[in-house]
């Protein structure tokens, strides 16, 4: 991950709002397509134009041709806003996120998340490192909505995981039942990116209490009822993986 600077120049007469609409709107496409990683994106104004600061997965993340199609059109509204096409200045390699995957193309993919990763939500099922969303797919749809399933997933995580905490137990159901909303949104995205890619697209269903530890080793894949249970944890984080299911998940942390 990356910590950069993109400058908008002022090339035609245009106004303050005109032009933190056009480039909040191109920020935002940016975001929905993984080229740009977090939500925030401080921004100020120079004499000749507009500066914003932003995270991106590798130096190349902002190349036109990794774009959506909404990218695009936003890329080309700039202009109409009095901006000219943005130029984008590395600052330096942030030390505290995870490293991009190295991977060409990874065989399968791991879809995993938690409230203080800012990174893409799909890891490489190899190396265990994100894999930045627009090398999947360019040129058409963005990935809002597994963006949008990521800020809910962040939000409820974030509860569960403070020590002065305010509806904990929803928070953690909705992390942990296989059934839940935020649980079937997820597994579906999953599935249908599985189904496009033409690889797996493994699930993770976090678990972080158990009502019997006894019992947690033991316990059957949610989705299909079978034996799960790997001799050794993958990527020492996950005990359980169903291939049939695409599903991986852990003993509950109150258990181990």
């Not at 740009?36 to 041709?65: N, W």
């Not at 993770?204 to 989705?223: D, Q, R, V």
């Amino acid at each position: 991950m990356w910590v950069a600077e993109l400058r908008f120049t002022l090339i035609a007469d245009t106004s303050l709002s005109r032009a933190e609409q056009a480039i909040r709107h191109y920020l935002e496409c940016l975001i929905f397509q993984g080229q740009m990683l977090g939500r925030e994106f401080p921004t100020y104004q120079t004499e000749d134009g507009f500066i914003s600061r932003l995270l991106v997965p590798e130096p190349e993340a902002l190349q036109q041709h990794w774009h959506s199609q909404r990218g695009a059109d936003a890329l080309e509204q700039l202009a109409q806003a009095g901006l000219g096409y943005p130029q984008l200045r590395l600052l330096g390699q942030d030390l505290m996120a995870n490293h991009t995957d190295p991977c060409a193309e990874p065989e399968a993919l791991i879809q995993f998340c938690s409230f203080s990763a800012m990174n893409s939500v799909l890891y490489c099922a190899e190396h265990f490192a994100p894999v930045p969303l627009y090398r999947l797919r360019q040129g058409g749809d963005d990935f809002e909505a597994l963006i949008r399933w990521q800020l809910q997933y962040q939000a409820l995580d974030e509860i569960q995981m403070q020590q002065d905490r305010v509806l904990p137990r929803q928070a953690e159901l909705s992390l942990q039942q296989f059934g839940s909303a935020l649980n079937k949104m997820g597994y579906q995205q999953a599935r249908a990116l599985s189904a496009e890619l033409g690889k797996p697209v493994y699930y993770y269903l976090y678990s972080g209490s158990s009502h019997n530890c006894a019992l947690e080793a033991e316990k059957p894949c949610p989705a299909c009822g079978g034996q799960w249970r790997l001799e050794q944890p993958w990527h020492q984080l996950f005990d359980f993986r169903c291939d049939r299911c695409q599903l991986v998940s852990n003993i509950a942390f109150d258990c181990s």
